[in-house]
């Protein structure tokens, strides 16, 4: 059984850090795409960051030189560093895996979210 379990969600500050953090588990996870999505209300679920298997890493334009996502392969598990946050970052944030190599193609599996809040 596949489970993707995020956390590191919260309320902070504009200009605030936070780090999520997803661990997977039930899936070979060094061969997965990894990703972080947002869905903010009333909008649709967007991209924020990928990263491949082999660490190559991509970016939403509206994080770039904030975000960085990262993945340790011996602990299965995907981060999210979020610095400089703004109040448009609010949203539930998701995990997932893919196992395709082209990130366009939605992911195989996604987490429950966890919820990211900026607002002073």
């Known amino acids: 059984q596949v489970q993707l379990v995020e956390s590191g969600g919260g309320l902070v500050q504009p200009g605030g850090s936070l780090r999520l953090s997803c661990a997977a588990s039930?899936?070979?996870?060094?061969?997965?795409?990894m990703g972080w999505y947002r869905q903010a209300p009333g909008k649709q679920r967007e991209l924020v960051a990928v990263?491949?298997?082999?660490?190559?890493?991509n970016y939403a334009d509206s994080v770039k030189g904030r975000f960085t996502i990262s993945r340790d392969n011996a602990r299965n598990t995907v981060y999210l560093q979020m610095n400089s946050l703004k109040p448009e970052d609010t949203a539930l944030y998701y995990c997932?895996?893919?196992?395709?190599?082209?990130?366009?193609?939605?992911?195989?599996?996604w987490g429950q979210g966890t919820q990211v809040t900026v607002s002073s």
């Open positions: 990263i491949s298997s082999g660490g190559r890493t």
């Open positions: 997932s895996a893919g196992y395709n190599s082209d990130y366009h193609i939605p992911p195989n599996y």
């Open positions: 039930g899936i070979i996870f060094r061969i997965y795409v």
